[in-house]
C-alpha cells in the first residue's frame, strides 16, 4: 500500500501484493493529484491519503486493471463513493467532471 510518488508503468501493477483478479485497487486525490495503489480495500488507501492530509470530499476509489487499455482500463467502482451528501449515490462515479480528473489523476502516475 503506498501513495505514488513518481510515475510507474501500466505493467508494475502486476507486481503488487494485492492483485484481484487482473486489477489493483487505487484511491485517487482529485484536489491534490494523488494516487494511492494496492490495499485489500479501497477504504485502507482512503484512510492513508487522509493521514497525509488529503480531504474525505476528494476520494475517490477506483479499480485499475492492468490488462486493459483505454476506458476500460479504470472502473469507477468502490464502496467509498457512496456520497449522497455529494450527490454521489452508488459505487460508481456519477459525475462526468469527477470522472475527469480522475482519469487526469492516473495519466500522471501511471503511463
Known sequence: MRI??????KSDLESSENVLGGMVKAVADVER???A???EMHADLE???LENGSSQDD???INLWFD?????????????NIRPRQGNRSR????????????KVVAKWIK
Not at 70 to 80: K, L, P, R, V, W
Open 33 to 35: 493529484e494523488l494516487l
Open 59 to 61: 476520494l475517490w476509489g
Open 92 to 103: 460508481d462515479v456519477e459525475n462526468p467532471e469527477t470522472r475527469e480528473k480522475i482519469r
Open 4 to 9: 505514488l510518488e513518481k510515475e510507474i508503468h
Open 68 to 80: 486493459e487499455d483505454g476506458e476500460d482500463f479504470i472502473e469507477f467502482d468502490s464502496m467509498i
Open 37 to 39: 495503489v494496492d490495499a
Open 47 to 49: 484512510q492513508l491519503l
